[in-house]
């Protein structure tokens, strides 16, 4: 099993920023990709942004130029720097990585969610 657990998480005024922190561990072979997840109130649950093992990324257009993905590959960690926040960037942030647990075996996991509330 794999386990993701987030941190980071807050309040923070318009134009501010936060830093979110997700470090898997567990029975992991490798770690194909991980990425930030969110969703908002009554909203479905979007990408935010995406990071490969090869160093591949990608933002939903909402975020790019104010949100930057960067990993530690040694600590199993995936990092979300958000800054210039706006109010419509709130929501419960997902960790989500792309795990095969085996040579053979590829599967999904998804942390508990970490609040992020942006106030105007």
């Known amino acids: 099993q794999v386990q993701l657990v987030e941190s980071g998480g807050g309040l923070v005024q318009a134009g501010g920023s936060l830093r979110l922190s997700c470090a898997a561990s567990g029975n992991m072979f490798s770690i194909n990709a991980m990425g930030w997840y969110r969703q908002a109130p009554g909203e479905q649950r979007e990408l935010v942004a995406r990071?490969?093992?090869?160093?591949?990324?990608s933002y939903a257009d909402s975020v790019k130029g104010r949100f930057t993905i960067s990993r530690d590959n040694a600590k199993n960690t995936v990092y979300l720097q958000m800054s210039s926040l706006k109010p419509e960037d709130t929501g419960v942030y997902y960790c989500?990585?792309?795990?095969?647990?085996?040579?053979?075996?590829?599967?999904?996991?998804w942390g508990q969610g970490t609040q992020v509330t942006v106030s105007s």
């Open positions: 990071l490969t093992t090869s160093g591949s990324t």
């Open positions: 989500a990585a792309d795990v095969w647990t085996t040579r053979w075996e590829r599967n999904n996991y």
